[in-house]
């Protein structure tokens, strides 16, 4: 079993689409092990996406992901890394595969209604940042 967060991110959250976006995953195996609804500070994003901080999108990535509460999810199944991303789409919804999460919920690639960590160690960063173990289950 392998651990992975997502995070319905403000523009999905501001268009009523929490339950469509937890229902692909429970639809496709994967499990919810823990999830909340919340308001990043500045300084949680900025953290969050620090290995983006050189990149010249930081600030609107920032601005955007504190422009309203965002959901954040522990999913739990077999692949759940590479299935989460199959779910989501490309980071540009323009490419992304018709059915997937991008596609149908996510305007631009400012805007991409969710992130899904990129692999197994980075999930586990991304999971503890969010979490405490006994939230788990
Ligand atoms: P992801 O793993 O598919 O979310 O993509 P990345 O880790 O490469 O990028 C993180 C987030 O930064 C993306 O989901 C987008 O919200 C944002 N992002 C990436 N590239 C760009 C870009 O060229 N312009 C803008 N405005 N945002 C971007």
Redesign the pocket.
Same mark, same amino acid.
């Given at each position: 079993m392998e651990q992975t967060l997502s995070i319905i991110k403000p523009d999905a959250v501001a268009k009523g689409v929490i339950g469509k976006i937890l229902d692909r995953f429970e639809s496709n195996g994967l499990k919810i092990a823990a999830t909340k609804k919340m308001q990043l500070s500045r300084v949680d994003a900025e953290t969050f996406?620090a290995i983006?901080s050189e990149?010249p =999108?930081f600030k /609107?990535?920032v601005d =955007?992901m504190i422009s309203g509460p965002v959901v954040v999810t522990v999913l739990e199944g077999e692949n759940a890394v590479a299935t989460n991303r199959d779910l989501?789409g490309a980071?540009n919804p323009k490419e992304a595969e018709a059915g997937t999460i991008r596609a149908d919920f996510a305007e631009n690639? /400012?805007a991409?209604a969710v992130?899904?960590s /990129?692999s197994a160690e980075n999930a586990a960063i991304e999971i503890k940042f969010f979490f405490a173990g006994r939230e788990i289950s």
């Open positions: 996406y983006h990149r =999108f /609107d990535l =955007f989501m980071t690639i /400012d991409n992130h899904g /990129d």
